[in-house]
């Protein structure tokens, strides 16, 4: 056995003690999160289990494994005696992760959890019989997570298999255009049992361009799915649809040109010209040196294939396959490939990169209905912008889902909410159904408010004289009323995001962090920064923007620590305590959680933007981020870093500014 596993579990028998059997009563998760945490060699438990408390104190509280902070403080001083090398502390660290303080777990749709059983305080210690029992329920649910994951798993690579390949379809000119309007109708979904849409019914009208939205787990990419795989009735079968959901293979084929296949039918007629063209010089070549016969047959055979030659160079010139070469360079140039980039073998690329090639040949092959699933993911500001014109300009039809605010408000005409296992259609942007639904739910509650007066009334004046003869009739008349009037349905709204930073304990003096003359460049390579000159302070707001690879995030990194310049100072104040979130950060997983788990918890949609642009707002230290979400940076800073050339320089302007300089550009 490991060290590692017998420290996991050692820390997990320490966990299940201390708590005592009020352990039994939370989530597995949960205490398996707790333990993970707790378990890290390198975590500092602090005086009397201080550093404990801030870590998973709340955590305890909010998941009923305590009643009050008190026993929290109580039970971190236990756990940091018998987990904590008996109390000593080890090294603070410069960066600290996000998990604890952020709150990411509000609001998110899961099951309601188990009402609490009661609670069996200073109870006796566990018996090694109760703790084999603990530690059976724990496997046993550790096996079952694990066997719902490779179901799903299963099922994703199913439905992935039976994905029909997309291409671009160029039709012979005497179809017309075989696809308009779309009408799925009473047509329900339903995943492992769940279901997640009930009796839906829309209508995609050609050429409107729709925003799917929808809070995260409510089945969002699962329609889209089950639309790419015809899966819903009122789909037609000639009407090709085309999902950007997985990155390109990476292999030796050249960014490019896997973007030119995709047009199967100019690949097979280019590779049968080059044939043919070559089988024509052969057969001219034994003319000029053979017999009489031969003369003859090959004049024969000259003729078949000039005619097919003429074939191939009409359907080429029709398709218009001598144009498609630069028509594929100009969508991966706007998804910023550089020429070069495009001559680079899609293996060579990183993931993110290769889903650009997968989304510029979705582009390329223009399919009847394009669904795509976060499209800016993967982009930077450039290209995004790029993107949003040239869907703008789209002449079919689309569903994207996105939780960028302003991208949805520029390129989509129809918003589908999916909520409550419906699905409804508003028209207009993504603010116009925003104010569309405010207002029809302030409706829908005053209708219900005034149904229960009313009702209410009916009812006491039915108690009042139910026994009364003279009233008899009059009581009769309003039970009939009563039961005309019928049953509304309150206003159920999703819970709330919510997003707490804490209170910076210590205010040091300006700046917390300085840079004077520093530069920076890998060992080896040239320098990315040269000679920076900044400071930063509680009460700065910033964001840095510019294209992807121009060293963004290699800045952030020399200013939490984690590089340092190769000339020049950089300093920090002994107070500044600096926390870190990247969507790539990897040292706040939770471990004991599936992969799928954690992306449905972690990735925000639209509501949880706001939640967090709310908790930076009322965050009272500094706040530094890299993104290229609109709405997220107009509502939570006041000043922008453009990073290029080695420098970052303040901009003098707001996002839309900076957007109409990159447009102009």
Same mark, same amino acid.
């Given at each position: 056995?490991?060290?590692?596993?017998?420290?996991?579990?050692?820390a997990?028998?320490?966990?299940?003690?201390?708590?005592?059997?009020?352990?039994?009563?939370?989530d597995?998760?949960?205490?398996?999160?707790?333990?993970?945490?707790?378990?890290?060699?390198?975590?500092?438990?602090?005086?009397?289990g201080?550093?404990?408390?801030?870590?998973?104190g709340?955590?305890?509280v *909010?998941s009923?494994?305590?009643?009050?902070?008190?026993?929290?403080?109580?039970v971190?001083?236990?756990?940091?005696?018998? !987990?904590g090398?008996?109390?000593?502390?080890?090294k603070?660290?410069?960066?600290?992760?996000?998990t604890?303080?952020?709150?990411?777990?509000?609001?998110?749709?899961?099951?309601?959890?188990?009402?609490?059983?009661?609670?069996i305080?200073?109870g006796?210690p566990?018996?090694?019989?109760?703790?084999?029992k603990?530690?059976?329920?724990?496997?046993?649910?550790e096996?079952?997570?694990?066997?719902?994951?490779?179901s799903h798993?299963?099922?994703m690579?199913?439905?992935?298999?039976?994905?029909?390949?997309?291409h671009?379809?160029?039709?012979n000119?005497?179809e017309?255009?075989t696809v308009?309007d779309i009408?799925m109708?009473?047509?329900?979904?339903?995943?492992?049992?769940?279901?997640?849409i009930?009796?839906?019914s829309?209508?995609?009208?050609?050429?409107?361009?729709?925003?799917l939205?929808?809070?995260?787990?409510?089945?969002?990419?699962?329609l889209?799915?089950?639309m790419?795989?015809?899966?819903?009735?009122?789909?037609?079968?000639?009407?090709? !649809?085309?999902?950007?959901?997985q990155?390109?293979v990476?292999?030796?084929?050249?960014?490019?040109?896997c973007v030119l296949n995709? *047009?199967?039918?100019?690949?097979?007629?280019?590779?049968?010209?080059a044939?043919?063209?070559?089988?024509q010089?052969?057969?001219?070549?034994?003319?000029?040196?053979?017999?009489?016969?031969?003369?003859?047959?090959?004049?024969?055979?000259?003729?078949?294939?000039?005619?097919?030659?003429?074939?191939?160079?009409?359907?080429?010139?029709?398709?218009?396959?001598?144009?498609?070469?630069?028509?594929?360079?100009?969508?991966?140039?706007?998804?910023?490939?550089?020429?070069?980039m495009?001559?680079k073998?899609t293996?060579?690329?990183?993931?993110?990169?290769?889903?650009?090639i997968?989304l510029?040949?979705a582009?390329?092959?223009?399919?009847?209905l394009?669904?795509?699933?976060?499209p800016?993911?993967h982009?930077?500001?450039?290209?995004?912008l790029?993107l949003?014109?040239?869907?703008?300009?789209?002449?079919?039809?689309?569903?994207?889902?996105?939780?960028?605010?302003?991208?949805?408000n520029?390129v989509?005409?129809?918003?589908l909410?999916?909520?409550g296992q419906?699905? !409804?259609?508003?028209?207009?942007?993504y603010?116009?159904?925003?104010r569309t639904?405010?207002?029809?739910?302030?409706n829908?509650?005053?209708?219900?408010e005034s149904n229960?007066?009313?009702?209410?009334?009916?009812?006491?004046f039915i108690?009042?004289?139910?026994y009364?003869?003279?009233?008899?009739?009059?009581?009769?008349?309003?039970?009939?009323?009563l039961?005309?009037?019928?049953h509304? *349905?309150?206003?159920?709204?999703?819970?709330?995001?919510?997003f707490?930073?804490?209170t910076?304990?210590?205010?040091?003096?300006?700046?917390?962090?300085?840079?004077s003359?520093?530069?920076?460049?890998?060992?080896?390579?040239?320098?990315?920064?040269?000679?920076?000159?900044?400071g930063?302070?509680?009460?700065?707001?910033l964001?840095?923007?510019?294209?992807?690879g121009?060293?963004?995030?290699?800045?952030?990194?020399?200013?939490?620590?984690?590089?340092q310049?190769?000339?020049?100072t950089?300093?920090?104040?002994?107070?500044?305590?600096m926390a870190?979130?990247?969507?790539?950060?990897?040292?706040?997983?939770d471990?004991?959680s599936?992969?799928?788990?954690?992306?449905?918890r972690?990735?925000?949609d639209?509501?949880?933007?706001?939640?967090?642009?709310?908790?930076?707002?009322l965050?009272?230290?500094?706040?530094l981020?890299?993104?290229?979400?609109?709405?997220?940076i107009?509502?939570?800073?006041?000043?922008?870093?453009?990073?290029?050339?080695?420098?970052?320089?303040?901009?003098?302007?707001?996002?839309?500014d900076?957007?109409?300089?990159l447009?102009s550009?």
């Open positions: 056995m490991s060290a590692a596993t017998k420290a996991e579990e050692n997990g028998a320490i966990v299940y003690e201390v708590l005592g059997r009020r352990a039994l009563d939370v597995t998760t949960i205490i398996d999160y707790i333990i993970n945490v707790l378990k890290d060699e390198s975590f500092d438990f602090g005086d009397k201080e550093g404990a408390y801030q870590a998973v709340d955590l305890l *909010d009923g494994c305590v009643d009050d902070e008190p026993e929290a403080r109580l971190c001083g236990k756990l940091s005696e018998k !987990i090398s008996h109390g000593q502390t080890g603070k660290e410069i960066v600290r992760s996000l604890t303080p952020v709150r990411m777990y509000d609001g998110l749709c899961q099951e309601e959890p188990p009402p609490k059983k009661a609670e305080e200073d006796p566990m018996s090694e019989r109760d703790r084999a603990l530690e059976r329920r724990r496997r046993k649910d096996r079952q997570r694990e066997l719902a994951y490779e798993l299963e099922e690579k199913a439905s992935l298999a039976g994905m029909p390949v997309a671009v379809h160029h039709g000119g005497d017309g255009s308009k009408h109708t009473n047509f329900n979904i339903s995943v492992g049992g769940r279901e997640l009930k009796d839906g829309i209508t995609l009208s050609h050429g409107r361009h729709y925003g939205i929808g809070r995260n787990g409510t089945g969002k990419t699962t889209l799915r089950h790419a795989l015809h899966a819903i009735d009122g789909i037609p079968k000639n009407c090709q !649809i085309l999902h950007v959901e990155e390109v990476g292999d030796n084929t050249i960014a490019l040109q995709s *047009d199967v039918e100019r690949t097979q007629l280019l590779e049968e010209e044939r043919l063209v070559a089988q010089r052969d057969v001219d070549k034994d003319v000029a040196t053979g017999t009489g016969d031969l003369k003859l047959n090959g004049a024969t055979e000259d003729k078949d294939t000039s005619e097919r030659l003429q074939q191939i160079y009409k359907r080429l010139e029709y398709i218009d396959a001598y144009s498609a070469e630069s028509r594929a360079a100009s969508i991966l140039a706007g998804l910023s490939f550089t020429p070069d495009q001559q073998p293996k060579a690329f990183s993931g993110g990169w290769r889903m650009r997968a510029a040949r582009l390329f092959i223009e399919p009847d394009l669904l795509l699933d976060e800016t993911n982009l930077d500001l450039h290209a995004v790029w949003e014109s040239y869907l703008l300009k789209w002449p079919k039809t689309f569903i994207v889902v996105s939780h960028a605010r302003e991208f949805l520029t989509v005409t129809d918003i909410h999916l909520h419906k699905l !409804i259609s508003y028209k207009g942007d603010d116009t159904f925003e639904r405010d207002e029809q739910l302030r829908q509650q005053k209708a219900f229960e007066r009313t009702k209410a009334h009916m009812q006491a108690d009042k004289f139910r009364n003869a003279k009233r008899a009739s009059l009581v009769q008349s309003r039970i009939k009323a039961d005309r009037i019928g509304m *349905d309150a206003v159920v709204n999703d819970p709330d995001y919510k707490e930073f804490p910076p304990e210590d205010r040091p003096s300006a700046p917390i962090i300085s840079f003359d520093a530069s920076f460049g890998y060992p080896g390579g040239p320098l990315l920064f040269k000679n920076l000159n900044f930063i302070d509680l009460d700065s707001r964001s840095m923007v510019g294209p992807n121009i060293g963004k995030s290699t800045l952030l990194k020399l200013i939490s620590g984690e590089l310049p190769s000339s020049g950089v300093f920090r104040s002994a107070k500044v305590r870190v979130f990247s969507q790539h950060h990897v040292d706040g997983l471990l004991s599936n992969p799928l788990l954690y992306m449905m972690c990735f925000p639209l509501d949880a933007v706001e939640a967090l642009i709310q908790g930076l707002i965050f009272q230290g500094g706040v981020m890299v993104s290229h979400d609109e709405h997220l107009s509502g939570s800073v006041d000043q922008l870093w453009v990073v290029s050339q080695g420098r970052a320089t303040p901009f003098n302007g707001t996002f839309q900076y957007k109409r300089t447009k550009a």
